[in-house]
């Protein structure tokens, strides 16, 4: 079993959709997890993180966490054409000295 | 404030080569982790170095293998050379922050013939 588990896509929302990513992982002594964006050809960048369970918004994305049922979810609010990216969702363990990274939903917003 | 540098940034090797990687963190930041990108395995985890020490190692065979400098500059090396060695391979360095972030160089693309 992977460590960090998504489904690879592609996953298509018409512009102005709410797109919903989505993340399973495997060690429950997981705390911190984090979500990356990455552009076709670009290198990720870090769009949000959360360590603990529940939600957590900024602006249009929100990132929710379930530690019980080992589950992180990323939610996009009014999909833009520019949010078309792949997303990496990652935990952190040893202090986030050691991330594991998925590997990545493929995005697609319509216009 | 300059980003992670990786050189070279593309480079084709023969099967049984031997080829390094170098690094450069963004200053001030002693944490540089390595990843290897392939489509369909996402980003794996090779090492993570920090004040010249490997603290965290992946899953990967010993010929791969890496080293830091007292700059902060990382190095990896990929010895005897496979096609499945082929990849993108991603630096990123990490400061002191409590988020956690890593910041990614452009990457070095391998190709292995």
């Known amino acids: 079993q992977k460590e960090v588990e998504q489904n690879s896509g592609p996953l298509s929302v018409p512009e102005g959709a709410i797109a919903s990513l989505n993340c399973t992982y495997s060690?429950?002594?997981?705390?911190?997890f984090f979500w990356y964006r990455q552009y076709s050809g670009k290198s990720p960048e870090l769009i949000m993180f959360i360590y603990s369970n529940g939600d957590k918004e900024d602006g249009r994305f929100t990132a929710q966490l379930n530690k019980a049922s080992q589950y992180v979810s990323l939610l996009i609010r009014d999909s833009q054409p520019s949010d078309s990216a792949t997303y990496l969702c990652a935990l952190g363990k040893d202090n986030n000295n050691d991330m594991r990274f998925g590997a990545g939903t493929r995005l697609t917003v319509k216009p | 404030k300059a980003g992670v540098t990786q050189t070279p940034r593309y480079l084709i090797k023969t099967r049984g080569q031997q080829v390094t990687l170098s690094c450069s963190p963004i200053?001030?930041?002693?944490?540089v982790s390595w990843y290897q990108q392939t489509p369909g395995q996402g980003l794996q985890f090779l090492f993570e170095?920090?004040?010249?020490?490997?603290?965290n190692k992946g899953n990967f065979p010993g010929r791969f293998s890496g080293r830091q400098f007292s700059n902060s500059r990382s190095e990896m090396n990929v010895s005897t050379l496979e096609l499945g060695d082929s990849a993108l391979y991603l630096c990123?360095?990490?400061?002191?922050?409590?988020?956690?972030?890593?910041?990614f160089g452009e990457g070095s693309r391998l190709t292995v013939l």
């Open positions: 170095y920090f004040s010249e020490t490997q603290r």
């Open positions: 990123a360095s990490r400061g002191g922050s409590l988020t956690g972030e890593l910041f």
């Open positions: 200053s001030g930041h002693r944490s």
């Open positions: 060690d429950r002594g997981s705390q911190s």
